[in-house]
């Protein structure tokens, strides 16, 4: 039922409007405002007015499409945070063979977890009490910043090969994280922005389109340095007497490259799609899928370049005085029989070879 009442006094109205919504009559419901020119005046009056809105759900004070998101937002916090952990066992399992970009994607998991623990507390706040802590929300922001920057530069550090196969990044390269670092810190302040800001209100359908131009760009500037290697590889594979190695590390350079496409066009677009086709009820669905597929892609990222002797990524070649040895120590036969020990380029593994 409804309950109206209007009053007229001096020109101001007041306007109270109370609604209660069945089980029967559940849905999304929009409240609007729209100015009715009259015929009596010529120009446009000016007017001005404030509105308070409390909606409530039984029990909450938020939408039945977010009421499970603060269970969500924990549960796949601790999910992230066992992945995070098992990586740091694999590293220092395999220590030898570790890399600077291999705790940088420690640090990505474990900033990844933190962000939705206090995207959670954010939530529950919201749903409790109607509001968020300032506080929470703040510590929110800030982890949500730092994961978004670290996320971009992960994967263009993994993207070029930096210290895995190269120390040192070219002018394209460095150009490239030029652009897409400011341009994360323009997204993720726009989703502050939107996340602190009614729908109705005129800022937010900006913010909301340069969020999604920014993350577009983003995320079409971050395969850059993949095509680059990618073509690097296919170049030496071509013309280096280490074609075979060249060959696998051109494998797995495509793998990664369609592995971040996918990740991109699913959270980007087949995720949204599916949040506008859902019914409301089950579009926290939508977070669900983003989270998961954001794991599964942790997942196969780690995997692929986990620290491990036998990963043709970290294989890196030989100096041509150990080639040119093993040519004439194989062909002179003197030394058949002999093992020798060599030190691979990342100074940190070494390995016994038998000279045949």
């Not at 009259?38 to 039945?64: D, I, Q, R």
């Not at 499970?68 to 066992?89: E, K, N």
Request: charged fraction near 15%; glycine fraction near 4%; charge should be neutral.
């Amino acid at each position: 039922f409804c309950d109206l009442l209007m009053r007229s006094m001096s020109n101001l109205f007041l306007l109270l409007f109370h609604m209660i919504v069945g089980p029967r009559s559940e849905g999304l419901y929009n409240l609007k405002f729209h100015y009715c020119k009259s015929g009596m005046f010529a120009e446009k009056l000016s007017y001005s007015f404030s509105v308070n809105v409390t909606e409530t759900n039984p029990g909450s004070y938020l939408s039945a499409a977010e009421i499970p998101l603060s269970r969500l937002y924990i549960c796949m916090a601790g999910v992230f945070f066992i992945a995070a952990l098992v990586w740091v066992y694999t590293l220092m399992k395999h220590r030898y063979s570790v890399f600077k970009i291999h705790w940088l994607m420690a640090a990505l998991a474990f900033t990844k977890s933190i962000s939705l623990v206090f995207h959670s507390i954010n939530y529950h706040f919201i749903n409790t009490q109607g509001r968020p802590i300032e506080g929470w929300a703040v510590m929110y922001y800030i982890t949500h910043l730092l994961k978004g920057a670290l996320l971009f530069i992960t994967l263009a550090l993994i993207g070029t090969g930096w210290a895995f196969v190269k120390y040192i990044l070219s002018d394209k390269e460095k150009k490239i994280f030029m652009i897409v670092i400011p341009l994360q810190v323009l997204a993720n302040v726009a989703y502050i922005i939107i996340e602190s800001t009614e729908e109705g209100s005129s800022e937010y359908n900006l913010w909301k389109e340069i969020l999604f131009l920014v993350d577009l760009i983003c995320c079409g500037a971050i395969l850059f340095p993949v095509v680059w290697s990618i073509r690097h590889l296919q170049e030496a594979s071509s013309t280096d007497g280490k074609a075979a190695m060249n060959l696998e590390k051109l494998k797995l350079f495509r793998h990664y490259y369609v592995m971040i496409v996918c990740y991109i066009y699913f959270t980007r677009i087949i995720a949204i799609l599916l949040k506008v086709t859902m019914p409301f009820q089950w579009q926290w669905c939508y977070e669900f899928l983003v989270e998961v597929s954001t794991l599964i892609f942790f997942v196969m990222t780690g995997y692929k370049f986990r620290p491990a002797s036998n990963n043709p990524y970290l294989q890196l070649p030989q100096d041509e005085e150990d080639v040119e040895m093993d040519e004439v120590v194989t062909e002179s036969g003197a030394l058949e029989g002999i093992s020798k020990v060599k030190k691979t380029l990342n100074g940190r593994e070494r390995q016994k070879e038998s000279t045949l």
